[in-house]
């Protein structure tokens, strides 16, 4: 599943990357530097280059440009088919140029390394692989064949035969290295990219969420008041209309309807906790809130609350924000996941700070791809087991991304390690035991001051869109 996601990505990401107005643009920026080059050559050293040939080279990349704008809009995208083709073309000019100008031995030869590196960052790996091939063919075809460059008494620029083979491998090398480099820099800067965004949708959903759970609060909260006078006097009534038993039982209609009402805001109420009063919580209940959702999967949680040792403080009081809740919901739904049977949450607290551990009894992290956990999608060896324990995942770590990055954002240090009393270790030492997750605020991070919590809130202020 991971080369199906990674080839998704290559074909809705890599495609219509670049602009033809980009190329256009440092194509211009190419003749003006190609011709000003020559001018130099000629005019003030003396070099006895071939012009017209030459000078119809550049003035080809000049045609191409003003074909381009005349045949198509200025943001136009390309096609991958399409780039390959103008990149191609600009790796034929500049050998062609360079064929007429002392091949290898002039000094601007390195230039045919920019449409490879180009191509490496907008183009797919097929495309990238050859239009390398391409350049290393010209490469060493205009190091073995070219027109060389004569100064006026007739002597030949030449390189000794040693550095022509050195640089000639240093360009081939070159072209592979920067392909490579400016590829995989490229591919972790939009991988990150998409990540985030999938962070900020999390996020977004989750901020959603806890607004609503503000209305419905604010109007059981607004609410309560008026149906207990509805259903005070509608009991009243009902008392004095015992000779009345068509009107005694709209009464009675009345107040069952008043219930209903309570009943319903109640069971809403649950989503409900944004309140101005509840927009602080102990640290228990901010975590069993987050685990909730995942309490009856069929896998044992059991919560262990308690201070370090030799902390005297009382639970703390932390804010409810989407960021942590989203973040541990997260990490409690991974830990339920691969468990065998049984997940430990454990919350611990001092005047250091606050710390969250989520633990299983699963098979834990792969350690080859331990000290990587948290960056988004990485792909992971036991992949057809990981299916098998969860249908539809496909091991790519954007869920563990997104905790990571939401904690982080409230202040959080995240550790992930395997414990050794499920497993044993590896041949590297490593333990191979259920999968330990530690979440540490340090010091008064999410800590709020007792006595400004609990002060009076006033009323609850209407939610604005």
């Not at 034929?92 to 390394?113: D, I, K, R």
């Not at 790996?125 to 100064?151: D, K, Q």
């Not at 997104?402 to 414990?419: C, D, Q, V, W, Y």
Request: proline share 5%; net charge neutral; aromatic share 6%.
């Amino acid at each position: 599943m991971p080369t199906s996601n990674a080839q998704l990505f290559e074909a809705q990401n890599r495609s219509n990357w670049v602009r033809l107005r980009t190329l256009v643009t440092l194509r211009w920026f190419a003749v003006i530097g190609q011709t000003t080059a020559i001018f130099v050559a000629v005019r003030f050293y003396d070099l006895q280059i071939d012009v017209p040939p030459v000078a119809l080279v550049i003035v080809t990349s000049v045609f191409a440009n003003l074909l381009s704008v005349s045949l198509y809009p200025e943001n136009r995208r390309l096609k991958e088919n399409e780039a390959i083709v103008w990149l191609a073309f600009d790796l034929l000019q500049l050998s062609a140029l360079l064929y007429l100008t002392g091949g290898l031995n002039n000094p601007f030869a390195m230039m045919v390394l920019a449409p490879v590196t180009i191509a490496a960052t907008v183009l797919p790996l097929r495309g990238t692989v050859l239009l390398g091939l391409v350049a290393m063919g010209l490469i060493t075809v205009i190091s073995r064949t070219h027109i060389p460059l004569v100064l006026a008494d007739g002597t030949e620029l030449a390189l000794p035969l040693l550095f022509q083979f050195g640089f000639w491998l240093a360009l081939l090398i070159g072209s592979a290295f920067l392909a490579l480099y400016a590829r995989q820099v490229t591919n972790e800067m939009h991988v990150m990219s998409e990540a985030l965004l999938a962070t900020q949708l999390a996020l977004s959903r989750e901020q959603k969420l806890t607004d609503l759970g503000g209305v419905v609060a604010a109007a059981a909260h607004e609410l309560g008041t008026p149906l207990a006078t509805i259903k005070l006097v509608s009991s009243e009534l009902k008392e004095e209309l015992e000779n009345s038993p068509e009107l005694r039982e709209d009464a009675e209609l009345i107040r069952q309807q008043a219930d209903r009402c309570r009943d319903i805001l109640h069971s809403m109420g649950r989503a409900g906790k944004d309140d101005l009063h509840l927009r602080h919580a102990p640290l228990e209940a901010v975590v069993r809130e987050a685990a909730e959702p995942h309490l009856s999967r069929g896998k044992t949680v059991t919560f262990h609350i308690e201070p370090e040792e030799g902390s005297s403080q009382s639970q703390p009081i932390i804010p409810r924000q989407p960021e942590i809740i989203h973040g541990l919901r997260n990490l409690v739904q991974n830990a339920v996941d691969f468990a065998n049977a049984h997940v430990t949450v454990d919350l611990t607290w001092s005047e250091d700070g606050i710390g969250v551990r989520i633990s299983d009894d699963g098979q834990g992290f792969p350690p080859s791809v331990l000290g990587r956990i948290g960056d988004p999608y990485v792909r992971r060896r036991r992949v057809m087991e990981d299916g098998a324990r969860r249908p539809g995942y496909e091991g790519m770590g954007l869920g563990l991304f997104i905790a990571k990055t939401l904690l982080e954002r409230s202040g959080a240090t995240l550790t992930f390690s395997n414990s050794r009393l499920h497993g044993q270790a590896n041949w590297k030492g490593q333990a191979t035991g259920g999968a330990i997750v530690d979440i540490v605020w340090p010091g008064n991070t999410l800590q709020q001051d007792e006595a400004r919590v609990s002060r009076p809130l006033g009323k609850n202020r209407p939610i604005k869109a």
